[in-house]
């Protein structure tokens, strides 16, 4: 007991070394600010600034980033005593999770990371600092913390050290999807959850360079998911550790510098506000102080997004990828967006198996609760995938509207209402297969997130451009949900069975 709260005790100081090495990029932030306000944005540039600032603030990260995550290894170190305690269903998870990690750390050592964008920032880093990168892609490409810091290092690092992270990363999302939305006596079933995401298109990470895709897209999403972990723990009533609040909210702003997530995070923290204040004890409660910092914590990252002057200078660059996107109307932009997010899993230029499972889970879990009406549901989606399989209707392939469609207005305007009904049908069969009630809006929330940063692409003109890797959160939110159904179905069974 003694050398686990050693251990606790070491964590909490490099915990607080971390937040203390922020201190050196206040130098730098300094001397931007006060050059931004006397000689504007172009004083910057890649070497507007003394490389003696670049260089601290370069150490005060690499500080930041070794202290930080030393400090939750150490933490997690010391909860590994509660081995001794899994039960047999636990047991098998854990050596599920240890084996997938290998599998895919294997896996990794297979692919030749260069090519596509790692090519460019390898360019970059033989020229510029950490800092300057930075810098570079705040001022002029993107406001994405970890996309930026992750490629700068990884990229410069031996390809090794990504197979590692990157495969250590998405483990720890399976795992994080497992915690919030299965319940602990069907963990022993975990691995069909990993056999659910190797479903998730190959192309869906390597469209735009292995490293740099990945790094974008896969590793902030495995720093959003802990604070719903909380959230969780928090509605269950389970004790709640001071050093798993502070952590989770530093991750939850470090995932919400990806801007498909930051519109997730300000959503679903004023949904469980409103939860917890007014429906969860039937009557008004004072708000949670997790959930408000939560609260708080997407409103800074929507600020951040807003005044990221890189977020703007990309859009208009970006209309090199679509010049006739302007002179679109409303309507075409959101069909664009229907289109797009809906023909990836039903009708894209290659078969995707990921609806299939979402599908088998529903008429499961129908079967199970012996709702054959909505059992009827499942019909016409499920069609919808064997016409694509065999090709029957060859123009629901076509995912792209108006100049890119070589069918007429009518045959595409016929695809956005099969889709929209489709759409309709998925909400409704989730609600009715996780239970109807609040879980069963919030499991259809969850659908709505991960639909919706697929969907918002279609305000961007990199609508087409930006290809399937804008998808991995909507493939990720339709594994969350069959594996809630799945979860919620067999726990109910059981208990009518008893």
Request: aromatic share 20%; hydrophobic share 55%.
């Amino acid at each position: 007991m003694n050398s686990k709260n050693s251990i606790i005790k070491v964590s909490y100081i490099l915990l607080v070394l971390a937040g203390l090495s922020l201190l050196c990029l206040v130098p730098f932030a300094v001397v931007c600010v006060s050059k931004i306000l006397n000689e504007g944005l172009g004083s910057l540039g890649m070497h507007g600034i003394s490389h003696n600032y670049h260089y601290l603030a370069s150490f005060g990260i690499f500080s930041f980033i070794i202290c930080f995550f030393s400090s939750i290894a150490l933490y997690l170190l010391s909860r590994l005593h509660k081995y001794k305690s899994f039960s047999k269903s636990q047991k098998i998870h854990f050596y599920t999770a240890i084996s997938a990690f290998v599998l895919i750390f294997i896996l990794h050592n297979f692919i030749n990371p260069d090519f596509g964008d790692d090519i460019i920032w390898r360019k970059y880093l033989d020229q510029i600092t950490l800092t300057e990168i930075i810098g570079f892609n705040f001022f002029t490409h993107q406001s994405r913390i970890i996309g930026t810091v992750g490629g700068a290092i990884f990229t410069w690092l031996h390809p090794i050290f990504w197979c590692f992270f990157d495969s250590l990363f998405m483990v720890i999302i399976i795992e994080e999807i497992i915690y919030i939305f299965m319940k602990d006596e069907l963990k022993k079933y975990s691995f069909l959850v990993y056999l659910y995401v190797f479903l998730i298109p190959l192309r869906v990470y390597y469209c735009a360079g292995w490293e740099i895709t990945t790094i974008t897209y896969v590793w902030p999403l495995a720093f959003f998911l802990p604070c719903f972990m909380m959230v969780k723990k928090i509605f269950s009533g389970a004790e709640v550790c001071f050093y798993e609040f502070i952590v989770t909210l530093v991750f939850a702003a470090m995932g919400a510098t990806e801007l498909s997530l930051v519109p997730v995070l300000l959503v679903a923290s004023i949904v469980f506000i409103m939860y917890q204040v007014f429906f969860r004890e039937n009557h008004f409660c004072p708000i949670n102080s997790y959930l408000l910092l939560l609260f708080l914590v997407a409103i800074f990252s929507l600020l951040v997004v807003i005044f990221t002057p890189g977020n703007w200078h990309r859009a208009e660059e970006e209309l090199r990828w679509f010049p006739e996107y302007p002179s679109l109307s409303l309507f075409n932009k959101l069909s664009m967006g229907l289109l797009t997010a809906m023909s990836y899993f039903f009708a894209g230029s290659y078969f995707n198996l990921l609806i299939i499972p979402f599908l088998i889970v529903m008429i499961y879990a129908f079967i199970k609760k012996r709702q054959y009406l909505s059992l009827s549901g499942v019909i016409f989606p499920l069609s919808l995938v064997f016409m694509s399989m065999f090709n029957i209707l060859p123009w629901l392939k076509n995912d792209k509207i108006l100049y890119f469609s070589e069918y007429s207005i009518s045959i595409v305007n016929t695809e956005i209402i099969i889709y929209f009904v489709i759409w309709l049908l998925c909400l409704m069969l989730i609600y009715q297969a996780a239970g109807k009630g609040w879980y069963g809006l919030l499991i259809d929330l969850v659908f709505l997130a991960g639909f919706g940063t697929k969907f918002m692409v279609c305000f961007s003109p990199t609508v087409y451009a930006s290809d399937v890797r804008t998808t991995y959160y909507m493939s990720i939110s339709v594994i969350m949900v069959s594996t809630a159904v799945f979860s919620k179905g067999n726990v109910q069974w059981k208990q009518k069975k008893n």
